[in-house]
């Protein structure tokens, strides 16, 4: 049974009810983090709650709990479901309210977490990818509940055998529909710069971090889609996929077709990251 956590209350998620005026279900008016547990430990979670803290100021979403209090409620939720390895699903709406699209006052925001189990073997795969036009909007930066642009383009990457959908505006690279981008090439790695048309993942983060430690080198620049389909390595980053070796895109091989040696090396490194972290 998976015990979740709406508004102060922990309860069965089965049992959980949501309002029909929750600005969330109405509008899409809410933020949200997903933060990886590795042996009851979250993952970075400095960074998540720093990047959750930015989403709400974005979205002028005021709420009353400090870090502490999220991660006194996370860590309780991860305690609640048995530890191990779970993924935290934290969202906070603007709250309930009468369907009105302005902003309402007197309003308390909707504080939902829940923790889910990954699926076995999840992340650090080579995986399958497709290209796809970027139509979302203009603040990929926020970490919104707004993602139907984004469940319809990784849907357009299932129903091609795909993992992910690698996205193009104006013919360079933003990211994935739920990830982000990097490509290698004569052993140097690029990834599209922090910026609105990105989310700036935390995995992307611990990439460039290992990519140093690595005396890999690693700049964040624009990439072309000329330069995406010559490139030697492809991955794709996100608190699920962790770093997975895009091994075909658009049903062409990557670079030789299999995991490249740059991929490989931070693998490892990322592996034994893990291994550290669970030894906390």
């Known amino acids: 049974m998976t015990i979740?956590?709406?508004?102060?209350?922990?309860?069965?998620?089965?049992?959980?009810?949501?309002a029909p005026l929750d600005r969330g279900f109405l509008f899409g008016d809410g933020v949200y983090e997903v933060i990886p547990v590795y042996a009851g430990n979250p993952f970075r979670l400095a960074p998540h709650l720093a990047r959750l803290e930015r989403s709400l100021a974005s979205t002028r979403i005021a709420v009353t709990q400090s870090r502490s209090d999220w991660e006194t409620l996370l860590r309780t939720l991860v305690e609640a479901?048995?530890?191990?390895?779970?993924?935290l699903y934290l969202q906070v709406t603007r709250g309930i309210a009468p369907r009105?699209?302005?902003?309402?006052?007197?309003?308390?925001?909707?504080?939902?977490?829940?923790?889910?189990?990954?699926?076995?073997?999840?992340?650090?795969?080579?995986?399958k990818a497709i290209t796809a036009?970027?139509?979302?909007?203009?603040?990929?930066?926020?970490?919104?509940?707004?993602?139907?642009?984004?469940?319809?383009?990784?849907?357009?990457?299932?129903?091609?055998?795909?993992?992910?959908?690698?996205?193009?505006?104006?013919g360079v690279v933003t990211e994935g529909a739920a990830s982000n981008v990097f490509v290698a090439s004569g052993g140097a790695l690029r990834t599209p710069p922090e910026?609105?048309?990105?989310?700036s993942g935390i995995t992307r983060g611990v990439a460039i971090e290992l990519a140093r430690e690595l005396d890999i080198e690693v700049t964040e620049t624009a990439i072309s889609e000329a330069e995406l389909r010559a490139a030697d390595e492809i991955w794709v980053s996100s608190s699920s996929l962790e770093i997975s070796a895009?091994?075909?895109l658009d049903e062409e091989p990557v670079g030789a077709g299999g995991p490249g040696p740059v991929w490989t090396r931070m693998s490892a490194a990322f592996a034994e990251l893990k291994r550290r972290h669970r030894a906390l």
């Open 246 to 248: 895009v091994t075909r």
């Open 133 to 170: 036009a970027d139509n979302r909007w203009g603040r990929c930066d926020i970490k919104t509940i707004c993602l139907l642009p984004n469940v319809l383009l990784r849907q357009q990457a299932v129903e091609s055998d795909a993992v992910e959908a690698i996205l193009l505006r104006d």
């Open 100 to 127: 009105v699209h302005a902003f309402p006052t007197g309003v308390e925001p909707s504080v939902f977490a829940m923790c889910q189990r990954p699926s076995p073997g999840a992340g650090g795969h080579c995986v």
């Open 195 to 199: 910026g609105p048309a990105l989310l």
């Open 81 to 87: 479901n048995g530890g191990g390895d779970q993924f």
């Open 4 to 18: 979740a956590h709406l508004n102060g209350e922990f309860g069965p998620l089965d049992g959980l009810r949501i």
